[in-house]
């Protein structure tokens, strides 16, 4: 049994894909100074990464408060 294209189009429909919108032009009205893709990605990576380091931190600070209060029950122990 063959299949032609007209069925297969038929049975399943080409997915349209979403039209792309075009930069904005800054206050000259010249779009090539506007951030570009890539700016706009290197600041979002950027941005991504101080709030991993600030993650980070976090954890960091919570262990050595947890490790702070561990030794200090232990010395608590040893005192009773």
């Known amino acids: 049994m063959e299949i032609n294209d007209n069925e297969v189009n038929e049975t399943f429909p080409k997915e349209?894909?979403?039209t792309r919108k075009r930069s904005k032009?800054?206050?000259?009205?010249?779009?090539s100074d506007s951030i570009n893709h890539g700016e706009s990605?290197?600041?979002v990576l950027t941005e991504m990464?101080?709030?991993?380091?600030n993650i980070i931190?976090?954890?960091q600070q919570r262990e050595e408060r947890?490790?702070?209060?561990v030794e200090?029950?232990?010395?608590?122990k040893k005192k009773e």
């Open 66 to 69: 947890y490790q702070r209060d």
């Open 49 to 53: 990464i101080g709030v991993g380091t």
């Open 41 to 43: 990605s290197e600041n």
């Open 16 to 18: 349209k894909l979403p």
């Open 25 to 31: 032009p800054n206050s000259n009205g010249d779009p």
């Open 72 to 76: 200090f029950r232990e010395t608590q």
């Open 57 to 59: 931190n976090l954890i």
